[in-house]
């Protein structure tokens, strides 16, 4: 029962690169999210899917960008990293959008931007 | 704006002892709560919710209360053991399905 699994673990990227975080989950799940957790803080939304095709911003959209072309899957782009995106992200998914459920998280992806 | 937050950022407790971890929110119209815990270099794992419909619900060793008069939740840890070392964080359910978190309070069992 592996839920909901994120890939890479740790990332370490140059100011200007882009990357993509991948998330994934096995659970049929309509709804995911991005979060990202910064020292002293909560999680911030960044994007959400309440289903297949599609997507909206959340709290701190700037700078990341998502699609959702399958249920499983829920990538967040990052288009040109910088300093201010180091962080840890995790991706969640719920069983709807209705917001009245738990939401299953991710391990997390630490990413640095030097 | 409306958020949610912690009372304490730090609570240091005695294992053996009763733990409590309050949270403050602010919007009156969330109608669903949950408490999340996250361990170090995991991510948050569900621990227990409740609806606005009700004052208190009751899990495992822990009970949430709330308060919708002075918009306060609580999460009590009966007989506090060290696993129960980690970062909780309280969450409310937006009008538009998105959850907002508490900036989370650092839990520490002695031995």
């Known amino acids: 029962n592996a839920g909901v699994t994120q890939t890479p673990k740790f990332q370490v990227l140059k100011t200007g690169q882009s990357m993509t975080l991948q998330c994934a989950q096995d659970m049929n799940h309509e709804y995911m999210s991005w979060y990202r957790q910064d020292p002293g803080m909560g999680l911030r939304l960044i994007h959400y899917s309440v289903g297949a095709g599609i997507t909206d911003q959340g709290e701190v959209p700037n700078g990341y960008n998502v699609s959702r072309s399958t249920t499983e899957d829920f990538p967040l782009r990052l288009l040109s990293a910088a300093p201010s995106q180091t962080s840890v992200y995790f991706c969640a998914s719920s069983p709807n959008s209705q917001g009245n459920t738990e939401a299953f998280f991710g391990q997390g992806t630490r990413l640095t931007v030097v | 704006g409306e958020s949610v937050g912690l009372h304490l950022p730090t609570l240091s407790v005695q294992e053996g002892d009763n733990s409590i971890i309050n949270c403050a929110y602010s919007n009156s119209a969330s109608d669903y709560f949950i408490w999340y815990k996250q361990e170090s270099g995991k991510g948050p794992q569900f621990i227990i919710d409740?609806?606005?419909?009700?004052d208190k619900r009751q899990g495992q060793r822990v009970t949430v209360l709330l308060n919708k008069t002075v918009k306060h939740l609580s999460l009590q840890i009966a007989a506090t053991q060290p696993g129960d070392s980690a970062v909780y964080f309280c969450a409310e359910n937006q009008s538009d399905y998105k959850l907002s978190f508490g900036a989370g309070t650092t839990v520490t069992v002695r031995a």
């Open positions: 409740i609806r606005s419909n009700m």
